[in-house]
């Protein structure tokens, strides 16, 4: 049984910083991939940012050069450093994890509030 749990999110001010946190139990061997998507209301589900096994690292282009991705492989725990903050940032942040063998199988976090004042 694999559960993510998140924390770290909260209110800011525009141009303020905020670092998610999202640790992992269970099957975490398994996963091939961990990292954090968003949903701002009336909005699709969006990739935020992606690290895999190797360190490599994804990012959606409205966030390069502001957030950033790592994670501890011994705390089974990835983060999110989000500097520069906007108001378009704001969205409920979720982690993901995926496997893909047998088949690609996605996890997911509750959600944790971001909310970016102008």
């Known amino acids: 049984q694999v559960q993510l749990v998140e924390s770290g999110g909260g209110l800011v001010q525009a141009g303020g910083s905020l670092r998610l946190s999202c640790a992992a139990s269970?099957?975490?061997?398994?996963?091939?991939?961990m990292g954090w998507y968003r949903q701002a209301p009336g909005k699709q589900r969006e990739l935020v940012a992606l690290?895999?096994?190797?360190?490599?690292?994804n990012y959606a282009d409205s966030v390069k050069g502001r957030f950033t991705i790592s994670r501890d492989n011994a705390k089974d725990t990835v983060y999110l450093q989000m500097n520069s903050l906007k108001p378009e940032d704001t969205a409920v942040y979720y982690c993901?994890?995926?496997?893909?063998?047998?088949?690609?199988?996605?996890?997911w976090g509750q959600g944790t509030q971001v909310t970016v004042s102008s």
């Open positions: 690290i895999g096994g190797g360190g490599n690292t």
């Open positions: 993901n994890a995926y496997r893909t063998y047998p088949a690609r199988y996605d996890y």
């Open positions: 269970g099957s975490t061997f398994s996963f091939n991939a």
